[in-house]
């Protein structure tokens, strides 16, 4: 059975409603990046920090997965699927898939500041005073501008693997997730799904100019 690595980004969640961090001016959602992702920042006002990403889970209970997540979990069917993405929602496995990886983190789990491996599962809002059971601040399991990528390694062990690479929704400029493309074998069929797509210079990559539902809906007739 064929290995189909998806790589996804902002692009991929924005049909669902989740909001792109980062706009064009280079705010998150009027705050200046560092003040609000990086460990920094979290040292000199964990509160709005927290409220930051207790804001971006309250808004994931309110979107659910679009037609891309469901067709990306439905190629299953067929082929051995492993996606890894940037995003920190939890879309792609609301839409059933079985194999994500999270480059960046996860919305949904925190961990213990005083641990990076005592990671659990929170749904709800993290406020100051939310601890581990050794007494150490919870902070949101998300990787910080700064902060080591810790699955880096497991990605580029399954780039390596990949037959098909299929990158949606990602600008393939936000490194070290960008240089995942270089790890792939020479014979695999890439294929990058963005409606402004970076400028790739690369004969083997199929660019297809569309957002994620319908460019996958080409994918789903190419394969």
Not at 180 to 195: A, E, G, K
Request: overall charge negative; proline content about 4%; charged content about 25%.
């Amino acid at each position: 059975m064929k290995h189909v690595v998806v790589l996804t980004g902002a692009g991929m969640s924005a049909e669902s409603g989740v909001k792109t961090f980062r706009d064009h001016d280079g705010l998150w959602e009027g705050h200046d990046v560092m003040k609000v992702a990086s460990p920094e920042g979290f040292r000199q006002n964990p509160e709005l920090v927290l409220d930051f990403y207790n804001q971006r889970r309250r808004q994931l209970k309110e979107v659910e997965p679009n037609q891309a997540h469901k067709d990306i979990a439905a190629l299953e069917d067929n082929y051995k699927v492993t996606v890894v993405t940037q995003n920190v929602d939890d879309l792609h496995e609301r839409a059933g898939s079985s194999d994500v990886v999270h480059l960046h983190g996860e919305l949904k789990k925190v961990r213990s500041t005083g641990n990076p491996k005592d990671i659990k599962v929170w749904t709800e809002d993290i406020n100051l005073g939310d601890t581990c059971a050794k007494g150490y601040q919870l902070r949101p399991h998300i990787v910080w501008f700064g902060e080591d990528v810790p699955m880096m390694d497991i990605a580029i062990k399954i780039c390596y693997a990949a037959d098909i690479l299929l990158i949606i929704g990602t600008s393939m400029q936000v490194y070290p997730a960008a240089s995942l493309i270089n790890y792939v074998q020479p014979d695999t069929r890439i294929f990058y799904i963005d409606p402004k797509p970076a400028i790739v210079r690369n004969s083997k990559i199929k660019i297809i100019a569309k957002t994620a539902t319908a460019g996958m809906r080409d994918i789903l007739d190419i394969l």
